[in-house]
């Protein structure tokens, strides 16, 4: 293996474009007779449309065309869908209102697209939006989701009658009763999950370009899935046939999942472009991704876990309400059911599970997958619960943990779930040893001696990757498959374009997967280029999400390599005249094994092209394609322990260190997992300590600039210890099991555990923001 | 952002020719937050009137104990003035924490004051210093120039030209940031000047910048942050938001009081 291999620290191909502002991203597009969009959007959380005059804003300098809702659902297009079927508990389907992608007759969140105005200038664009007249008749509004759910709530669909979508359930509920009925204790705790914004650096945008002489449009988006985006567009939307819908998405700058879903602005940009015909292209700005972009969590919960005399976990109860917003986004049904209550088992042999999720609509942006998806809030429930039950009980929280660790595998939970492989033990024991757990008590005093209060905290995270088996999903509601494709095409010199389904957005895939490539064929990784993101450039694929590129993408590039190598090796048994059987490929070259003979990968290569000399009956060219399916989830583990101070005066926090012991498989590259890691816990920290989305009671967004939202800061976090226990993972070729949500995952309950360890009450939720930790000191003192 | 006009004024009579031939103009001296609230569409100046590149408002000159800033000089000069840190550098300290790098570059101690932010530094500065503002026609004392939330006693289309004031005996400021802006949450400035024992408080007050006269008496009795102890902080009268309710900016207050003390020495 070459030293650009597997497992090898190289720097990432693509830092120089971004690094020197090279980059090319969706709003860096720009095609002749180009105009510019802007939405108009409600103000009101909610209200009846009673009129919409257009008539001033079209005779505005430099406007195009003003279009609205009314023309949209004239010309057919249709409303936008979630694409997960849940069943509730009695049988009945889940309740999708309707999401128009201009709304016609009701706004039901601030940020309610209506109206998109084509002009000249983006300027001239958003002064024409302020002449558009809209008549609303005001409509009481509700963001809170218990609010919401009270009789007399304001109602926001007719299709879901108390604003209830969906009354789903997991496992057995008389039997997680029983059990804890006949408990020796029962730790209750009730979990509030805070609502995010995701803000990716790059805001979204999209140019839709219609060309009337092909019929054929091309949509330039910040997707992290544009098959998905052509195939929604073209299934459900009626924009166009796939064959004549060409999605782009070039360099994407971050996503978190916020850019998985089709929004309205794609849909009506393409349609736009072609009532005007013109490119029309629209670039949020970033008041408005707070105001659209699908927000992530917002759970609250009532838990209830039961021991046993010997302090064994018999069954936990989990009771759920979701905010899902003002409409069903297109994963959002899964985040708060599959991706969630799976999970829910943790790392802990628990014989009875039982979950109950209702889901609810609120005068609210849309809540979809957000870094991590469902499996945060399942870590943080489950992780504050046993951290709960170790102090009712009076037992270390390590010690609780480990009495409880699943030690045998495969390990069936009773939530869906069945783990592949784990050693949970080993990063337990390896982040104490980083964090000198048994050193604590002598820095407390430390501490104390200088006024201020210290705690320790840990987290033992679990999560499910490498989405998915595709007749698992399939059977519980997808409406998609969850495989990936490659393609692995050999040009006649011997360089390599390895076409791939999987989008990078921020993870590294042009380093990590010309990696795998690199290594397996001993060749230069610059000689291996990384294609994605281009509906007519990669037949298709399923995009990158749920910490899935690697496990899933990759292992679909295996698979393509795997007929290639044996086609190349075939030429080369021909050239040299050997058995087949006989060729290894090392270092740039196919040999005879056991022997000096050898041909360069590049004359194989050349071979295959010019077909002279090929083996009787062999189709000339040498480029293979595979479509991966995974057989399970992978999953990742591991713990992580947070160590703060606390300043009893103001109620700061200081972490004072921060442990991450990952167990993420086998690794591709060192430093784009620890990048990984980093960025995810830089955001775990933020949701822990800063984030936190706020509407007032009438379902104004009163968090819409980085004024009032809270994002963490370089200064924010402390230099973090990173180490990784390495247990391949069984079920995929590479056993690798996927990275980049772990980080966000398993640190916001270690931060809650320290802080509420320091303060010595657990009366606390998040964002811990200094006032609320100095109000819980107040409050128990 | 609406069409606007921008002009660079190179002199003081300049400056205020150009603002008083444009009835919808504005000064401009950084635009930290005056750009910003335009890019949003929140302010509409027809024209905008650059004051940072007069050369006569630039600039920190020291006489004796006499400090005189000029009201277009940015942040960073303030921070990484050697003689005024000499004389005071309480002021330099809280001048080099304002905003980030780019805003102490651009922003202006006289675009600061002339816009009150109620969480800006500078008006607890300047109120703690007992400092002068003078302007195109007059000077103001800081107690009557801040009058409340992004209110001055400035007249339309007045300047500020300078700041003065006499180096304190000593000074102290402590901020605690809001978590998103990092704005002050909550700034104490303390001082010990010629006139008295001074603290300004700014962030907290709901009318803006404001003197805390208990802890200023009790300081001038005992100069010390254990002299605080027992001085009360009336949250009737602070902020409300999502980051600090009134009791928890009380208690900020006094902390921060505590620790500008101890930072002045």
């Given at each position: ?90 049988g009945s389907p889940m309740k999708m209102g309707a999401w128009r992608p201009l709304a016609v007759d009701t706004v039901r969140y601030v ?671 | ?158 300047m500020v030209t300078a700041v003065t004031f006499e180096a304190p005996e000593k000074a102290g400021y402590a901020k605690f940031n809001n ?87």
């Amino acid at each position: 293996m070459g030293v650009e291999g597997i497992g090898a620290r190289v720097t990432r191909k693509e830092d120089k474009r971004f690094l020197t502002g090279k980059g090319r991203y969706t709003d860096d597009m720009t095609v002749p007779g180009m105009k510019y969009a802007y939405f108009v959007r409600s103000p009101h959380a909610h209200a009846k449309i009673v009129n919409i005059d257009l008539s001033a804003a079209k005779s505005m300098p430099g406007v195009i065309d003003v279009l609205d809702g009314k023309e949209l659902q004239a010309d057919g297009i249709g409303n936008l869908i979630c694409g997960w079927m849940i069943h509730s508990k009695d049988g009945s389907p889940m309740k999708m209102g309707a999401w128009r992608p201009l709304a016609v007759d009701t706004v039901r969140y601030v940020g309610d697209a209506i109206a998109i105005v084509v002009a000249d200038t983006s300027g001239e664009a958003r002064d024409a939006a302020e002449a558009v007249v809209i008549d609303y008749e005001v409509l009481p509004a509700v963001a809170d989701v218990t609010a919401a759910m009270r009789a007399g709530a304001p109602q926001l669909h007719p299709e879901a009658p108390g604003n209830l979508i969906f009354d789903w359930q997991i496992g057995d509920p008389d039997a997680a009763d029983r059990a804890i009925a006949s408990a020796a204790h029962v730790t209750e705790i009730d979990i509030v999950n805070n609502r995010l914004s995701p803000n990716p650096m790059e805001p979204r945008a999209t140019l839709g370009i219609y060309d009337s002489a092909e019929d054929h449009y091309t949509c330039y988006t910040t997707s992290q899935n544009p098959h998905v985006a052509r195939l929604v567009m073209s299934a459900f939307y009626n924009v166009a046939p796939e064959n004549k819908l060409r999605v782009i998405a070039p360099d994407v700058g971050g996503g978190f999942g916020s850019k998985i879903y089709i929004y309205p602005e794609e849909i009506v940009c393409l349609w736009a472009s072609k009532k005007t015909n013109v490119p029309v292209k629209w670039t949020s700005d970033r008041t408005e991704a707070f105001l659209t972009d699908a927000h992530g969590r917002d759970h609250i919960s009532k838990v209830r876990m039961a021991f046993d005399a010997d302090h064994r976990i018999t069954a936990l109860k989990v009771d759920t309400i979701a905010n899902l917003g003002a409409y069903m986004s297109l994963f959002s049904s899964a985040v708060p059911t599959y991706l969630y209550a799976t999970l829910l088992s943790g790392q802990y042999a628990i014989p009875t599970i039982h979950a109950n999720v209702r889901t609810v609509y609120t005068n609210t942006v849309p809540v979809d997958a957000y870094r991590g998806a469902g499996r945060p809030e399942a870590t943080y429930l489950l992780e504050r619960t046993i951290e709960t039950a170790a102090r009712e009980l009076g037992l270390s929280p390590a010690e609780l943990r480990r009495k409880n660790f699943i030690r045998s595998f495969p390990y069936q939970t009773p939530v869906i779930m069945n783990y592949d492989a784990g050693n949970y033990e080993a990063s337990l024991d390896a982040a104490m040893q980083a964090a000198d757990w048994n050193g604590f008590a002598a820095r407390r005093s430390g501490s104390e001696a200088r006024g201020k209060k210290r705690g320790i905290g840990m987290s033992c995270y679990i999560e499910a990757c490498g989405i998915a088996p595709s007749a698992a999903v399939g059977s519980l509601g997808a409406g998609v498959g969850l495989w990936e494709s490659a393609e692995v095409r050999v040009n006649a010199v011997g360089t390599i374009e390895v076409l791939t389904g999987s989008h990078s957005h921020g993870q590294g895939h042009e380093t990590t997967f010309a990696q795998l490539v690199a290594g397996r064929l001993g060749v230069p990784i610059e000689s291996i280029n990384i294609v994605h993101g281009d509906t007519d450039k990669v037949q298709m694929g399923m995009g990158t999400y749920g910490s899935r590129s690697g496990a899933v993408g990759m292992s679909a590039i295996v698979k393509a390599l795997d007929k290639v190598e044996a086609k190349a090796k075939k030429i080369a048994a021909h050239l040299m005249e050997a058995s087949e059987e006989d060729i290894v490929i090392e270092n740039g070259e196919l040999k005879v094994a056991g022997t000096d003979k050898a041909v360069p990968w590049f004359q194989v290569a050349l071979a295959s092209y010019t077909a002279h000399n090929l083996p009787s009956g062999m189709e000339p060219g040498l480029k293979e394609t595979a479509f991966y399916d995974p057989s399970n989830f992978t999953f990742p583990a591991g713990c992580y322990i947070a160590e703060v101070e606390v300043d009893p005066e103001t109620g700061e926090t200081d972490i004072i260190q921060f442990v991450a012991a990952d167990d993420f498989g086998n690794i591709i590259n060192p430093l784009i997992v620890e990048g990984q890691v980093h960025g995810g816990l830089a955001q775990g920290i933020g949701q822990a300590l800063l984030e936190a989305v706020h509407y007032d009671e009438n379902g104004q967004l009163l968090t819409a600039s980085f004024m009032d939202y809270a994002m963490p800061r370089a200064d924010d976090l402390p230099s973090f210890k990173l180490s990784h226990q390495n247990t391949p993972c069984p079920s995929n070729p590479l056993g690798i099991k996927g990275c980049g949500e772990a980080g966000a995952i398993g640190s916001p309950p270690a931060l809650i555990n320290a802080i509420t360890d320091a303060i010595g009450t657990n009366r606390l939720t998040m964002p811990a923001t200094s006032m609320k930790v100095w109000q819980a000191i107040h409050a128990a003192h | 952002m609406y069409a606007t006009s921008y002009h660079r004024a190179s002199s003081v009579e300049e400056a205020v020719q150009l603002r008083s031939a444009h009835e919808e103009g504005k000064y401009l001296s950084g635009g930290m937050t005056l750009i910003s609230t335009m890019k949003q569409r929140l302010a509409a100046p027809s024209d905008l009137v650059d004051l940072r590149h007069i050369p006569a408002l630039r600039g920190i000159s020291i006489e004796g104990r006499r400090v005189k800033i000029g009201a277009a000089t940015p942040h960073a000069d303030v921070a990484a003035s050697r003689e005024l840190r000499a004389l005071c550098p309480a002021i330099c300290d809280l001048a080099s924490h304002i905003g980030d790098p780019h805003v102490r570059q651009m922003g202006t101690i006289g675009g600061s004051i002339a816009n009150n932010d109620p969480a800006a530094d500078y008006p607890a500065g300047l109120l703690g210093l007992g400092a002068t503002i003078v302007t195109d026609r007059r000077s103001i004392s800081a107690d009557d120039f801040f009058v409340g939330l992004f209110e001055t006693a400035l007249e339309e289309e007045e300047m500020v030209t300078a700041v003065t004031f006499e180096a304190p005996e000593k000074a102290g400021y402590a901020k605690f940031n809001n978590p998103a802006s990092r704005f002050a949450m909550t700034g104490v400035f303390v001082a010990k000047t010629v006139s008295g024992v001074r603290v300004a408080v700014t962030g907290a007050g709901s009318d803006g910048v404001f003197r805390h006269p208990g802890f200023e008496q009790a300081l001038t009795s005992s100069w010390s942050a254990d002299a605080l102890a027992n001085v009360s902080v009336d949250p009737s009268s602070l902020l409300s938001d999502l980051h600090a309710n009134a009791e928890y900016r009380a208690n900020l207050v006094k902390v921060m009081a505590k620790r500008a003390v101890a930072a002045a020495g």
